[in-house]
Every structure is written in C-alpha cells, then in structure tokens.
C-alpha cells in the first residue's frame, strides 16, 4: 500500500459530496452500486472509463459538504486506488483514511491520463509523464497500516486477534 501508481483524472476546486455521489443514489448502501453514479456529473465520462489503479487529482477543497461516508465509498469502489489534491475538507479526508482510501494533500501538475506514482513513506509523487518530482508530507507508520489493513476497522480487527 505504500506505494501506488495509476493514471490521472483532473478535478477543480471545490468538488463536494453531494457532486461525488447526489443524495437521490444513497437509498442504498451497496458499494459498487454508488460507484455506478460517482462523479457522473461534474464528468460523464468518468464512471464509464475509470479503471482499477486510477488516481484523482484535484484542487482545493475536495470533498466539501456533506459528512456522507459514501462519498469516499463510491470512489474507492470504482476503482480509484488514491485521491492527490491541494487540500481536503476535514471530515472527507477522515472518512476516506477510515476505509482504506488514501488521501494525499499535494499540489502536483498532471494532465488526465498521466501516469502518477505516489509513495507515501517517502513523501514522494512522480508524474512519470512529465518528469516532475514533488514532496508531501509522509503519512506515519500506523497512518500505512490502516490504509494496508484496509480502513480502519479491519485494522483494529486485526490488531485485536
């Protein structure tokens, strides 16, 4: 889990939860049924194209709004293995560490279909595409083993046996 690398897709500012997944998709709470819909209006093309391994890139304030844990659900369940952005509403970075979604706060250039490797025990994103290196802050030891355990439930599950 330490180290992850996919292909880019660019978000703006200000992406809120109820633009990840609208509130009228959360009758259920079946994760790959709100994948279906996630981000599909902010860009149509996203729930038909992203794929296994791809990472969001995104401004300022990513995952403002609502508290919804689906949001971080519904991306994670099609199939986004982190989110890169400038900055992250408080309780959105939170959900998304608590079910295994890494959350990166970096400012990196990138177009969409980049390839980006990220290495969070070294601080560490390379845009392969473009030869461009930056520094974010390395998440701790523990930080690795929640996202590895996959959230943190199934940590404290594992810690427990």
């Known amino acids: ?76 369940a099609a199939g986004v293995e982190a989110i890169i952005a400038k900055s992250f509403a408080r309780i959105f970075y939170r959900n998304a560490i608590n079910i295994g979604l890494p959350v990166v706060v970096a400012d990196i250039e990138a177009d969409d279909g980049d390839i980006v490797s990220v290495d969070l025990e070294k601080g560490i994103i390379v845009n392969e595409t473009k030869n461009i290196e930056v520094e974010f802050q390395a998440f701790e030891e523990f930080m690795i083993n929640i996202l590895s355990d996959g959230g943190l439930v199934k940590h404290y599950l594992k810690e427990k046996e």
């Not at 009228?24 to 992203?50: C, I, M, S």
Request: net charge negative; aromatic share 8%; proline share 4%.
């Open 1 to 76: 889990m330490a180290e992850i690398k996919g292909k880019v897709w660019n978000f703006g500012d200000n992406i809120d939860t109820d633009v990840i997944i609208p509130g009228r998709y959360l009758r259920t709470f079946n994760p790959k049924d709100l994948a279906e819909h996630v981000l599909e209006g902010e860009r149509a093309d996203f729930t038909k194209n992203v794929k296994q391994g791809d990472l969001i890139l995104a401004g300022e304030n990513f995952g403002c709004g609502s508290s919804r844990e689906q949001a971080p659900v519904a991306i994670k």
